[in-house]
């Protein structure tokens, strides 16, 4: 045992010395690309009431299912599994990066058995050695590629958060160009019911002769027109349907969302917070400032490769042969790597590193750049909806009103029945705008969401 001891400490008192003397480090210092970030937000701002983005911000419109559809997306979407399982990647890459900062143990043995025709009898013998090595990572090279590795590990889970941020984003718009279709769906067939009514009314004035073929074939015709509009909305309605379903993991037949309309749900008004919380609050940007950092490592090792490295060694073996016993043999040994010609190759990769580095820096600058615009967008459209929508309310309501006072002045033969055609076209296009306009503030609210981060947060 204390033959097995000595090299052992002696190994030990070299890999003090060689780690004290590893001390240099080739990484530049990391600095942030500079970025103008604005004082505010250009765009409309938030109104009283305003709430703020939470991590869970589709509580905001109050309704349970989707409250419930969001959890089982959460728990259940293959996008989300598959970006947990990058992220054990991450960590895995990281384990044996690491792996050249410490020393490395590996044993071996051996045992024969040796007849010789010449004799009657048989030898036998037995080995083992241990053996212990350990690269000095004088320059630092080592620690700078645990460094990317780490940093690469930032950058999975932060594309981890952008593509959950992805999915309740697509389950939200999902749900409600789901109950839109259902509004349409519903309004065209009110819509149908009443040019039924009129048609009747049409061909019962036909019948008395105060009615002409003419606007019995043109009711007729608004009939079908209306009709032929009813299987497209169904069938947008099935296959976002399916769509949702499959954001759920599950199959898509047989799922079917309960609500029947957005009437019950919740609009709320978003705060937007400061511009510069955005850089810490979206996981994209730090997923790119992550990935910035490993590039801004990876130039460090490259410079590392340049010198000599150094490469340290101990091993104890034991030779045992029947009848005559066993030696020991002990070793330490040292050896010196420096590269002189490779060909470019070392000036290659750093040339690469730098490259990478800079292309990073352009692309992070061009992530924040594009946050920054996504919030804009979502702010103008929020209030562009807005006033649309109100717009559009207004006209729905007067238009019902033009289509019951134009069936009322056909009935007293004040006017002629193109006055109803009109009438009742334009009540159904009003309806139905007004009915996209209420999509579009619930996606341009979700998307509002979605690029202040979605109260994601580090």
Known sequence: MQTLRRPVASFTALLMLSSALGACSMVPDYERPQVAVPAAFAGPSAKDGAVDVS?????????????????????????????????????GQLRSTNSSLLPSLDASGGASRTTSSSSSGSTRSASGSLIISYAVDLWGQYRAQSEAAEADLRSSVFSKE?????????????????????????????????????????????????????????????????????????TSLAANQHALAILLGRAPEGFDVKTAT?????????????PSSLLERRPDIRQAEASLQAANADIGAARAAF???????????????????????????????????????????????????????????????????EVEDALSDVDAFSRRRASLTVASIEARRAYDLSQASYKAGASDFLSVLDAQRSWLSARDSEAQARLNQYTSAVNLFIALGGGWRS
């Open 162 to 234: 952008a593509s959950i941020l992805v999915v309740q984003s697509s389950v939200a718009t999902t749900y409600f160009t789901i109950l839109n279709l259902k509004d349409r769906l519903a309004i065209a067939r009110e819509s149908l019911d009443a040019a039924r009514e009129t048609l009747k009314l049409v061909e019962a004035r036909f019948s008395y002769g105060t009615a002409s073929a003419l606007d019995v074939a043109q009711q007729r015709t608004t009939l079908a027109t209306i009709e032929a509009g009813i299987p497209s909305l169904e």
């Open 55 to 91: 991590a869970q911000w589709w509580s905001s419109f109050n309704d349970p299912e989707l409250q419930s559809l969001m959890a089982d997306a959460l728990g259940a979407n293959l996008d989300i599994v598959a970006a947990l399982h990058r992220v054990e990647q991450a960590e």
């Open 307 to 373: 010198f000599p490295s150094i490469s340290l060694s101990g091993s104890k073996s034991v030779d045992w042969v029947a009848g005559i016993g066993s030696t020991n043999g002990t070793s330490l040994a040292a050896s010196l790597l420096a590269p002189i010609f490779s060909g470019g190759q070392l000036e290659g990769n750093l040339q690469t590193a730098k490259a990478r580095d800079a292309e990073l820096a352009a692309t992070y600058q061009k992530t924040v750049l594009t946050a920054f615009g």
């Open 262 to 274: 957005t009437d019950a749900v919740a609009l709320p008004t978003v705060a937007v917070g400061q």
